[in-house]
């Protein structure tokens, strides 16, 4: 099993519509989490981060956390076409913090 | 623009040469990492540095080497390239090593060994 698992896509969504990520983790200690956007040929940027559970939002991105099922997502509300991308999601464990670790991504496609 | 230059670009090597990417950053960022990302596998930590004049491993380590000498450049060198070693290569930084700290990335190096 991975670290971290994220369903590869493509996800695809019309334009205004909720785009959902999905990612689980398999470390339980771990402390911190995180959603990176990369398009293609280009490097990863941070959209999101969040440390406890729970819902935190910023703009038409919502990252929500439970660590009990070891859960993490990021819901992007109004998908515009320039939200087509591969999201990564990453997680940082607490005993080493040189250590994040990185999903494979989702690519997310969003149709006009 | 502050930020992460890497150079080169992108390179075609000839297996068995040696090749060195790199890295500067003029954040004045602490902390230092070297990620490679191939399509299916995501991003795997090569080695980092948590301030200058120190390095440690990550996941992938074999074949590579990075040195740390002043806050700005960290280095990555394959001693003798393996086509196993193809892939997009990026450094990033962060302010410190904490773990709820955000990276930043370069642009990457597109890197073919044949």
């Known amino acids: 099993q991975k670290e971290v698992e994220q369903n590869s896509g493509p996800l695809s969504v019309p334009e205004g519509a909720i785009a959902s990520l999905n990612c689980t983790y398999s470390d339980r200690v771990s402390q911190s989490f995180f959603w990176y956007r990369q398009y293609s040929g280009k490097s990863p940027e941070l959209i999101m981060s969040?440390?406890?559970?729970g819902d935190k939002e910023d703009g038409r991105f919502t990252a929500q956390l439970n660590k009990a099922s070891q859960y993490v997502s990021l819901l992007i509300r109004d998908s515009q076409p320039s939200d087509s991308a591969t999201y990564l999601c990453?997680?940082?464990?607490?005993?080493?913090?040189?250590?994040?670790?990185f999903g494979a991504g989702t690519r997310l496609t969003v149709k006009p | 623009i502050a930020g992460i230059t890497q150079a080169p670009t992108s390179q075609i090597l000839a297996a068995g040469r040696r090749m060195t990417l790199r890295c500067t950053q003029d954040m004045r960022h602490n902390a230092m990492y070297w990620y490679r990302q191939d399509l299916g596998l995501g991003l795997r930590l090569i080695h980092y540095s948590n301030t200058a004049g120190t390095t440690g491993k990550g996941e992938v380590p074999d074949g590579y080497s990075v040195s740390r000498a002043n806050t700005d450049d960290f280095p990555l060198t394959l001693a003798s390239a393996v086509p196993s070693q193809t892939s997009v290569y990026f450094c990033?930084?962060?302010?410190?090593?904490?773990?709820?700290?955000?990276?930043?990335f370069g642009s990457g190096t597109q890197l073919s060994v044949l």
């Open positions: 990453a997680v940082n464990p607490y005993y080493n913090n040189n250590d994040m670790r």
């Open positions: 990033a930084s962060s302010p410190s090593p904490g773990v709820n700290e955000k990276l930043f």
């Open positions: 969040i440390y406890s559970n």
